[in-house]
């Protein structure tokens, strides 16, 4: 199982990008996405998820009404679109696939990460 996240950059303050990751069929239809993002010196934090079956999506707090997590079962990808960028928004961003939680033990598939850079 692979996963290929893309679409990070840099980008000023108040900015917008949109993350895409792309992932195998089965996967994708039956379990949680979700994307996390680890700034430098840092660990590994939730951003949101989408459950399987429309069970609904998460964000955490920081991200709250300005990131928006949507899939597309059809072809497979998993996309993040972030407005209102912010400094503190500045990490790898990384995709993943399991079982829906805000610990990233719970999940069994990570892309390999895409930067994401916010300027002041």
């Known amino acids: 199982v692979q996963l290929q996240a893309s679409g990070g950059g840099f980008v000023q303050a108040g900015g917008s990008l949109r993350l895409s990751c792309t992932t195998s069929?089965?996967?994708?239809?039956?379990?949680?996405k979700a994307w996390f993002r680890q700034a430098p010196g840092k660990e590994r934090e939730f951003v949101a998820a989408?459950?399987?079956?429309?069970?609904?999506?998460y964000y955490a707090g920081p991200v709250k009404g300005r990131f928006s997590i949507s899939g597309d079962n059809a072809a497979n990808t998993l996309f993040l679109k972030m407005n209102s960028l912010k400094p503190e928004d500045t990490g790898v961003y990384y995709c993943?696939?399991?079982?829906?939680?805000?610990?990233?033990?719970?999940?069994?598939?990570w892309g390999q990460g895409t930067l994401v850079t916010v300027s002041s």
């Open positions: 993943a696939v399991g079982i829906y939680s805000e610990s990233v033990g719970t999940y069994d598939y």
């Open positions: 989408l459950r399987w079956g429309g069970r609904g999506t």
């Open positions: 069929g089965r996967i994708f239809s039956t379990y949680t």
